[in-house]
């Protein structure tokens, strides 16, 4: 299994390149899994409805009200966006929040602060039985947004962190993290090769900042758990390779 996680930044700027290479991909029979985000979108929307936009270390803070636009635009935007546009590329997909509902269980990361937010606890079997069963392509993509089911209803989930949970749970081979930068920048230039101790030196000096340190966490974490290959980048290939 490959899971890729494409910021909502990096959906409008995806080439050709990527969907040859996971069409190459799934005919050499990996499971590509797609995690979606919503990125700017969620943020100029809400600022269009006067809603806030406020980041904690990268962590949307979402108050019902954001939470209630942010579902829509991940499920009922987005993901059927992505999904045609993949299907223009001839490759198939399946819409998992559409047709089987939230991937992940989840529970309150701090409420008080982040208001209606989560962290994955779990992967809904249920869900992923629905999806195999209603499969009909062979070996589709699967796509996948990061919200999940809370205690009290749907939480918000950071997507970096949602792809590090499913890509531990699932014992995925690979993990990208797209994005919109070729990779780890420091001082305009890609840090190629990054581990844990170099990392929290650039944080610390705010080498390293804002979006970047959750997208870090989260993989360092896949990597302690068992993902063996972890890239951030622009483009399939190349960017920042993560190690121990």
């Not at 490959?2 to 930044?9: H, L, P, R, T, Y």
């Not at 636009?69 to 223009?88: G, M, W």
């Not at 590090?164 to 990779?183: C, F």
Request: net charge negative; glycine share 8%; aromatic share 4%.
């Amino acid at each position: 299994m490959i899971v890729i996680k494409i910021g909502g930044n990096a959906i409008s700027q995806v080439q050709d390149d990527f969907f040859h290479q996971v069409k190459e991909w799934t005919k050499e029979g990996q499971q590509v899994v797609i995690l979606h985000g919503g990125g700017q979108l969620i943020s100029s929307t809400c600022a269009f409805f006067d809603l806030p936009t406020k980041k904690i270390d990268g962590i949307r803070v979402t108050p019902p009200s954001v939470l209630a636009l942010t579902s829509h635009l991940l499920t009922d935007v987005i993901q059927p966006h992505f999904q045609n546009q993949l299907a223009e590329a001839g490759i198939p997909a399946l819409a998992v929040n559409q047709e089987a509902g939230p991937l992940f269980t989840a529970d309150y990361l701090d409420q008080d602060t982040y208001g209606e937010v989560g962290e994955v606890t779990g992967i809904d079997e249920a869900v992923l039985a629905k999806v195999s069963q209603d499969g009909s392509e062979q070996n589709p993509v699967l796509l996948v947004n990061s919200l999940a089911s809370g205690p009290n209803g749907p939480l918000n989930v950071n997507a970096d962190s949602a792809a590090q949970a499913l890509a531990t749970m699932a014992s995925a081979d690979q993990l990208v993290l797209l994005t919109d930068v070729p990779g780890v920048l420091v001082n305009e230039e890609v840090v190629t090769a990054l581990n844990p101790l170099k990392a929290n030196q650039l944080i610390d000096q705010e080498l390293i900042t804002a979006g970047m340190v959750p997208k870090l966490q989260a993989a360092f974490s896949a990597l302690h758990h068992g993902v063996h290959k972890i890239t951030i980048t622009n483009h399939l290939g190349q960017g920042t390779k993560l190690e121990l």
